[in-house]
């Protein structure tokens, strides 16, 4: 299964776990924190996806560790990702949970690839953009990447708008390519 299937198949079932439990909000707080956590300390991440270490030593961890901290329902879902051997995907599963979430409470996240950063204007316009086209809330997270010349990039929804100076130059490349001379 691709990472992507993976995340999907596991965030889904937390997501509607939570969803009957009305924890969804809690469940995202959690998830986020932990998340957090993760990134900043990899050691518990690397002793649970550790193939030296055994099951059962993992999941003691995960409750003994955590049982306080987390809610019932998170700890159990990080056993069942122990159990099926996912928890190397536990960061991609919580991104895709989030976007769960999000899209749940009517919030977009759209990714925006531009060669300079945006300016405020520029950037409350195209949210106001993309939220009519959506209609949801939008959040952007803006890259920079001075390789698209110009113009700008969108990822939203496992949609990509690509309006860049450099997608520009490698279609009229690809035609010229094709043009037969004779």
């Known amino acids: 299964m691709l990472i992507h299937e993976v995340a999907r198949k596991y965030a889904s079932a937390l997501f509607q776990a939570a969803k009957d439990k009305s924890l969804i909000d809690a469940s995202y707080a959690q998830m986020n924190d932990f998340r957090a956590f993760i990134e900043k300390d990899k050691n518990l991440l690397r002793f649970l996806t550790a193939p030296q270490v055994n099951e059962a030593?993992?999941?003691?961890?995960?409750?003994?560790?955590?049982?306080?901290?987390?809610?019932?329902?998170?700890?159990?879902?990080?056993v069942v990702l122990i159990e099926k051997n996912r928890i190397g995907h536990l960061e991609s599963?919580?991104?895709?949970f989030n976007r769960q979430v999000e899209a749940h409470k009517?919030?977009?996240r759209a990714t925006v690839i531009t060669a300079v950063p945006l300016t405020d204007d520029q950037r409350q316009?195209?949210?106001?953009?993309?939220?009519?086209?959506?209609?949801l809330t939008i959040r952007i997270e803006q890259k920079v990447d001075r390789s698209i010349i110009a113009g700008m990039i969108v990822i939203m929804?496992?949609?990509i708008i690509d309006g860049s100076v450099r997608h520009g130059l490698d279609q009229i490349h690809d035609r010229l390519m094709h043009v037969r001379v004779h």
């Open 57 to 78: 030593e993992k999941i003691a961890v995960v409750r003994e560790a955590l049982g306080d901290s987390l809610d019932r329902l998170f700890v159990e879902f990080l």
């Open 93 to 96: 599963i919580i991104d895709e």
């Open 106 to 108: 009517g919030i977009g």
């Open 125 to 135: 316009r195209l949210t106001e953009r993309l939220a009519a086209v959506s209609g």
């Open 157 to 159: 929804h496992n949609q």
